[in-house]
């Protein structure tokens, strides 16, 4: 995601190089995009920034444990104790981000060190407690899904074997193939009797038409 602040920054820093002479902003201009890249990082790091994005993360857990709450009934108990941790979660970032406010008001810049390096720690470990339970929450509803499908495939087997083997369906079978077989036989039949009629009515056409010597020998008479 990319962060507005930091942008804003580099655009500065770019619009400042390119204002210097050619001689001058070839050899700094090196130095300014080290520094924008340097800030870049410090501010990505920065705890502010880690807790923003820790925030992010607590939130689409919350997306997916709403989700495995509505499909897998089944699971309550665990599902509740996700949510449990999900909340004392949620409580440490709200602790972490007062935590950050007050070192802000440190004077002594080696006990705000100190500070800062504790909340860097504390936010790390509660992003991990956070993808830990973003983790369990989606596998509860992987398990859910396959346990759903490999019921409807075991009831299908179920229902398959139940009508393979009633005798309704044998009866039903063999009916169909009998009937089956005569109509073939009589489409057979049809067909044989329609070319036995073709050949006879082209055997009596044959035998009407007159011979052509005893037709000229009468007309010559």
Same mark, same amino acid.
């Given at each position: 995601?990319?962060?507005?602040?930091?942008?804003?920054?580099?655009?500065?820093?770019?619009?400042?190089?390119?204002?210097?002479?050619?001689?001058?902003?070839?050899?700094?201009?090196?130095?300014?995009?080290?520094?924008?890249?340097?800030?870049?990082?410090?501010?990505?790091?920065?705890?502010? &920034? =880690?807790? @923003?994005?820790?925030?992010?993360? %607590?939130?689409? *857990?919350?997306?997916?444990? /709403?989700?495995?709450?509505?499909?897998?009934?089944?699971?309550?108990?665990?599902?509740?104790?996700?949510?449990?941790?999900?909340?004392?979660?949620?409580?440490?970032?709200?602790?972490?981000?007062?935590?950050?406010?007050?070192?802000?008001?440190?004077?002594?810049?080696?006990?705000?060190?100190?500070?800062?390096?504790?909340?860097?720690?504390?936010?790390?470990?509660?992003?991990?407690?956070?993808?830990?339970?973003?983790?369990?929450?989606?596998?509860?509803?992987?398990? &859910? =899904?396959? @346990?759903?499908?490999?019921?409807? %495939?075991?009831? *299908?087997?179920?229902?398959? /074997?139940?009508?393979?083997?009633?005798?309704?369906?044998?009866?039903?079978?063999?009916?169909?193939?009998?009937?089956?077989?005569?109509?073939?036989?009589?489409?057979?039949?049809?067909?044989?009797?329609?070319?036995?009629?073709?050949?006879?009515?082209?055997?009596?056409?044959?035998?009407?038409?007159?011979?052509?010597?005893?037709?000229?020998?009468?007309?010559?008479?």
């Amino acid at each position: 995601m990319c962060d507005p602040v930091a942008s804003l920054k580099s655009s500065a820093i770019f619009w400042l190089t390119s204002l210097l002479p050619a001689t001058v902003g070839s050899y700094t201009g090196l130095g300014l995009t080290s520094a924008s890249l340097a800030i870049y990082i410090i501010h990505r790091q920065s705890p502010p &920034e =880690r807790l @923003r994005r820790l925030k992010d993360t %607590i939130k689409a *857990s919350e997306e997916i444990l /709403a989700h495995a709450k509505s499909e897998c009934s089944r699971d309550f108990a665990s599902l509740m104790s996700m949510d449990r941790h999900l909340l004392e979660a949620k409580l440490s970032a709200s602790q972490i981000q007062s935590r950050i406010w007050k070192a802000a008001s440190e004077e002594n810049w080696k006990d705000y060190v100190q500070t800062v390096w504790e909340i860097l720690q504390s936010i790390n470990k509660c992003a991990k407690e956070v993808r830990e339970i973003q983790r369990d929450a989606l596998l509860t509803i992987e398990d &859910e =899904r396959q @346990r759903q499908i490999s019921e409807g %495939i075991e009831e *299908s087997w179920k229902v398959q /074997a139940a009508v393979v083997h009633s005798p309704t369906y044998h009866v039903d079978i063999n009916h169909r193939t009998q009937s089956q077989t005569q109509a073939q036989i009589q489409r057979r039949s049809n067909n044989y009797q329609e070319l036995f009629h073709n050949v006879g009515c082209l055997l009596d056409w044959e035998h009407r038409q007159p011979d052509p010597v005893l037709a000229r020998t009468i007309q010559s008479r």
